[in-house]
């Protein structure tokens, strides 16, 4: 694992000031943006009287440059997506308030995606929906009223859910329903 979980670093995508849902087009206008205000000529001259501001950008060039190599890689940004939340899935099992199962959600459909909804203490709600689920290999499926997950790879895990406002999370309880 690349990602130190006790000092949460700055992701790719905060380097490059994108969203983790960027698409390509975005994260190159990003890219090219961050690296014209880091003065890239100036850089190069920098060698014989490299004082400490040059480094510092010199620092953020290079991680710039990374965060650039990864993500504009359909599959290396893929492998760095699954390690992020991974990392993320680690740090916040710490801090979950309580398990859910799929059956207490309230569902919303917007006619694109079904989105979960558990109300969390301080009023607000968690909430997860298709989309985001299908990226973690679920597929949520509705027959009438009945809703049940598919996992791809047929094992029983939990999501985690942030809610919306405070800092408590929730653990969606993944069971294998083979019924
Ligand atoms: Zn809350």
Redesign the pocket.
């Known amino acids: 694992m690349l990602l130190d979980k006790n000092a949460i670093q700055e992701t790719h995508y905060e380097v490059l000031n994108v969203k983790e849902d960027a698409n390509y087009e975005e994260i190159r206008a990003n890219y090219r943006s961050a690296i014209l205000s880091l003065h890239p000529d100036k850089l190069l001259k920098t060698s014989e009287t490299s004082s400490s501001s040059n480094q510092t950008d010199e620092g953020r060039f290079l991680k710039v440059q990374k965060a650039w190599e990864i993500l504009s890689d359909s599959s290396s940004r893929l492998s760095y997506d699954n390690e992020l939340r991974s990392s993320r899935w680690d740090i916040l099992a710490a801090e979950v308030a309580e398990e859910l199962s799929l059956q207490d959600a309230i569902i919303k459909d917007d006619g694109e995606a079904l989105e979960l909804f558990y109300q ?3 009023g ?1 709600y968690f909430s997860v929906d298709s989309l985001e689920l299908q990226k973690m290999r679920y597929s949520l499926l509705r027959e009438g009223s009945r809703i049940s997950l598919l996992n791809v790879d047929a094992l029983p895990g939990s999501v985690i859910l942030p ?1 919306g ?2 800092s ?1 999370k929730a653990r969606l309880v993944i069971s294998v329903d083979d019924s």
């Open positions: 969390c203490r301080c607000d809610c406002s405070c408590l």
